[in-house]
């Protein structure tokens, strides 16, 4: 109840929404303990209430920010929140990463038997390491803990590895 009241007043507001991951999803009510620290500020393109009455929403993500502290828990969370820079990070050493990630992303891809074209188009007009370190986090079938590992990560170095790692994905010399 207390997501579906934050998303809604977002709405109306036209702000972002902090969205966090629960540390154990069967919760039904988290308090800020169980909320793992870092996620991701987003943009609501879309809110859908379906005839069920469930929920759903289509957002965009922003940037990361961890949380500093909960000032607030009804109707519903609202956080201190400090954003988290991306790293000025460019180098040989990220741009082979950049290079071997997209390949890797683009023959995961292809394997699929009905990879959506926005799917494909986005990653191939990606142009930044860490907005294609995100991308392939978000899309690739990853267990929830590594998903969250991935996004604390703010090494874009790391980040990348921990992909490859992630989906047991090694260059073979």
Known sequence: KRSVAAAQQAMRDKLPVGIVMQRDEQVAEPAATDLHPV???A???RYVTTPD???HLVCQGQQRFRILEVVQEQPFMMARVSPIEEPDATS???EGRFVHLKQLASEALELLPQAPPELVAMLQAVTSASALADLAAAHLDLKADDRQEILETID???RIDKEGRVQNLLPLA
């Open 39 to 41: 996620g991701t500020i």
């Open 43 to 45: 943009v609501i393109l």
């Open 53 to 55: 009455g469930s929920h």
């Open 92 to 94: 040989a050493e990220i």
């Open 156 to 158: 874009l170095v790391a």
